[in-house]
T-cell receptor, first 115, second 116 residues
Framework: DAGVIQSPRHEVTEMGQEVTLRCKPI?????LFWYRQTMMRGLELLIY????????DSGMPEDRFSAKMPNASFSTLKIQPSEPRDSAVYFC?????????????FGDGTRLSIL | AQTVTQSQPEMSVQEAETVTLSCTYDTSESNYYLFWYKQPPSRQMILVIRQEAYKQQNATENRFSVNFQKAAKSFSLKISDSQLGDTAMYFCAFMKPRINNNDMRFGAGTRLTVKP
C-alpha cells in the first residue's frame, strides 16, 4: 500500500519566494497533519484537517503560512513570502480518523532551505 | 497540558546488546495512547510500537518492547539484540484522543547509535 506521499523531497529557494509543499495522504485516511521539525524546537504541529476541514491551525507560526485541503487526497502548505528561519523539514502525516488509538503515518518529509 | 520528556539526548549500544530508552509524560487523563517512532538518517518517521493506557500488558513488536508504568507515567522502549539498522532518533509520543480533535505531543527525541 502506498504511504503518505510528499513532494518535493528537497526545496531550495531564495527568501521572499513563494514555497508550496504538497501532500497526498493514505487512501481512506480522514485526518491530515502538517508538522515542522527543527533542531531547536523538535517536532511542532502546525495544522490539522479532519474530513478536509481545518480543525486547529494554532500552530501555524504566522500569516505567511497557509494550508489547504481541497479534497480527501491532496493538501498543500504554502509559505509566502519565505524567510531563512522557515528552513526546516516539513512532515505531512495522516490517520484513519481522530480519536481512538489510530497512529499517525508520516511521509518522508520535505527539506526546505531558504537562502 | 500534556508534556513528554525524554531525558537521554544520546545513547549508544553495542550490536547484539540490549538498550532501554526512557520516556516520561505528564497528564491528568486516565485514557490515552503512547507511541514510539523511529527516525533513521533517511528522516522517515516510522511507527515502532504503541500502547493503550487501559491495557496492563506491555506491548511487544519483535525485538521492540515497552515497559509501561502507568502510575509512574513512564513508557520506556527496550530494543533487544540491537542491529546496526536500529541507529536512529527515537521519539516518544503521547496522544489524548478526543472526538474531532487531536492532542499528540512528541518528546525531544533520543539519538541512538548502534556500534559494530
Amino acid at each position: 500500500d502506498a504511504g503518505v506521499i510528499q513532494s518535493p523531497r528537497h526545496e531550495v529557494t531564495e527568501m521572499g519566494q513563494e514555497v508550496t509543499l504538497r501532500c497526498k495522504p493514505i487512501s481512506g485516511h480522514n485526518s491530515l497533519f502538517w508538522y515542522r521539525q527543527t533542531m531547536m524546537r523538535g517536532l511542532e504541529l502546525l495544522i490539522y484537517f479532519n474530513n478536509n476541514v481545518p480543525i486547529d491551525d494554532s500552530g501555524m507560526p504566522e500569516d505567511r503560512f497557509s494550508a489547504k485541503m481541497p479534497n480527501a487526497s491532496f493538501s498543500t502548505l504554502k509559505i509566502q513570502p519565505s524567510e531563512p528561519r522557515d528552513s526546516a523539514v516539513y512532515f505531512c502525516a495522516s490517520t484513519r480518523y481522530l480519536g481512538g488509538n489510530q497512529p499517525q503515518h508520516f511521509g518522508d518529509g520535505t527539506r526546505l532551505s531558504i537562502l | 497540558a500534556q508534556t513528554v520528556t525524554q531525558s537521554q539526548p544520546e545513547m549508544s549500544v553495542q550490536e547484539a546488546e540490549t538498550v532501554t530508552l526512557s520516556c516520561t509524560y505528564d497528564t491528568s487523563e486516565s485514557n490515552y495512547y503512547l507511541f514510539w517512532y523511529k527516525q533513521p538518517p533517511s528522516r522517515q518517521m516510522i511507527l515502532v510500537i504503541r500502547q493503550e493506557a487501559y491495557k496492563q500488558q506491555n506491548a511487544t513488536e519483535n525485538r521492540f518492547s515497552v515497559n509501561f508504568q502507568k502510575a509512574a507515567k513512564s513508557f520506556s522502549l527496550k530494543i533487544s539484540d540491537s542491529q546496526l539498522g536500529d541507529t536512529a532518533m527515537y521519539f516518544c509520543a503521547f496522544m489524548k484522543p478526543r472526538i474531532n480533535n487531536n492532542d499528540m505531543r512528541f518528546g525531544a527525541g533520543t539519538r541512538l547509535t548502534v556500534k559494530p
